[in-house]
Nanobody, 115 residues
């Protein structure tokens, strides 16, 4: 079984920075792509950034140049470094991991950016 636990959300002023972490408990073996998604009130969940096992990354256009996704396979952890935050980045951020074709999700962590 796999469990993903996010941490690091909070309240920040526009222009500020936050770092999110996603720790994977259970079996890290077999986990390939991982990603960060977000869901704002009244909106659908959207992809923010993804990273493959080899470290290749992809970003939503809205966060390119401001967010950085990374993973530490030795620590079974994925990170999302967010900078130059905007009020429109306010959302619940979810960590996702894929293992043998199955997707696993964390419980989410709230990020609120005040103007």
């Amino acid at each position: 079984q796999v469990q993903l636990v996010e941490s690091g959300g909070g309240l920040v002023q526009a222009g500020g920075s936050l770092s999110l972490s996603c720790a994977v408990f259970g079996s890290w073996f077999g986990i390939t792509a991982m990603g960060w998604y977000r869901q704002a009130p009244g909106k659908q969940r959207e992809v923010v950034a993804t990273i493959t096992k080899a470290g290749s990354t992809n970003y939503a256009d809205s966060v390119k140049g401001r967010f950085t996704i990374s993973r530490d396979n030795a620590k079974n952890t994925v990170y999302l470094q967010m900078s130059s935050l905007k009020p429109e980045d306010t959302a619940v951020y979810y960590c996702q991991g894929r293992r043998f074709g199955d997707d696993y999700w964390g419980q989410g962590t709230q990020v609120t950016v005040s103007s």
